[in-house]
């Protein structure tokens, strides 16, 4: 059996996600979190496999807040 997701986020007890927790946490595809960590907009560790902090996904989430990415991946702000 697999290990149950606690999509949480706000739970301190949960210090690192897989590619695949993120993608589900953002609601997106795992290539499209691959591409955010080249392009630089999401910072991640290998440790085995490629994993994000807690904190990153905060900090990516907070500074992207309000704005909106394109299908490449371009910041651009809303109106």
């Known amino acids: 059996m697999g290990r149950k997701i606690d999509k949480n986020i706000d ?8 590619i695949s927790e993120v993608s589900k946490i953002l609601k ?18 290998k440790l085995g496999c490629r994993k994000v902090t807690r ?9 992207y807040d309000g704005l909106d990415f394109d299908k490449a991946l371009c ?3 809303t109106q």
């Not at 739970?11 to 897989?18: A, D, F, G, K, R």
């Not at 997106?28 to 960590?37: F, R």
């Open 11 to 18: 739970n301190p007890n949960e210090l690192l996600y897989t």
């Open 28 to 45: 997106v595809n795992k290539n499209y979190v691959y591409a955010l960590i080249n392009d630089g907009h999401l910072k991640s560790i």
């Open 55 to 63: 904190k990153a996904l905060l900090e990516f989430l907070d500074k």
């Open 75 to 77: 910041v651009k702000t």
